[in-house]
């Protein structure tokens, strides 16, 4: 097993939605974790989510870059 370290997401910014075409890269995280300990590593990597997590089966957040360009983060966790 592999381990990579992410830096925190800083300079993202949460968007409503973005363009589907855009270029998007994908990371699967699988394991014995809960809804909550998934949001609060979003939470320790990305400062627009919210704290709280959401009460509901499934959360989904877009985020944009403000530096390069506009690359998306989409992240999904249920």
């Known amino acids: 097993m592999r381990s990579y370290p992410i830096k925190p997401l800083a300079?993202?910014?949460r968007?409503?939605?973005f363009d589907p075409a855009c270029?998007?890269?994908i990371l699967t995280?699988?394991?014995?974790?809960?809804i909550?300990?998934?949001?609060?590593?979003?939470?320790s990597c990305v400062s627009?989510?919210?704290?709280?997590?959401?009460?509901?089966?499934?959360a989904s957040f877009m985020l944009k870059s403000t530096e390069n360009g506009?690359?998306?983060?989409?992240a999904v966790y249920r």
Do not use: K, S, Y
């Open 48 to 58: 627009q989510i919210p704290e709280r997590c959401p009460a509901i089966d499934q």
């Open 29 to 34: 995280v699988n394991g014995e974790f809960t």
């Open 23 to 25: 270029p998007m890269n």
């Open 36 to 43: 909550g300990e998934a949001h609060q590593w979003l939470t």
């Open 11 to 13: 300079l993202h910014e």
């Open 70 to 74: 506009g690359t998306v983060l989409h």
């Open 15 to 17: 968007v409503h939605e």
